[in-house]
């Protein structure tokens, strides 16, 4: 994925074993298209039915808190994909929408 998500994460226990993992969920109901004429996201209908989504671990997980504190986090094998009957491991996103925004 694009530019590569990353995250520095603190608060945690050091000793304790943690699993990061990062889910994708829509915020609302449409879909949307990019203008490029205006460099924005435009609304492009209803969305189709949500289907199950697939969480991504990330490849040191489970790992201490210890670990996880002491560098910046990169999620960058993540892999984003539109087919459905992906079984490589790829996150699917069948349609674009809006993504809620976590701030760490």
Do not use: C, E
């Amino acid at each position: 994925m694009f530019p590569t998500f990353q995250v520095k994460i603190f608060g945690m226990d050091p000793m304790a074993d943690y699993m990061l993992l990062m889910d994708f969920l829509p915020v609302d109901d449409k879909r949307y298209r990019y203008a490029f004429h205006s460099s924005s996201w435009l609304v492009a209908g209803k969305a189709d039915p949500a289907t199950p989504g697939r969480v991504h671990y990330h490849p040191d997980s489970p790992a201490k808190g210890a670990q996880w504190m002491k560098q910046i986090v990169s999620f960058d094998k993540l892999k984003l994909t539109n087919n459905l009957l992906d079984d490589n491991g790829h996150v699917s996103l069948l349609f674009i929408f809006l993504f809620i925004k976590y701030s760490a």
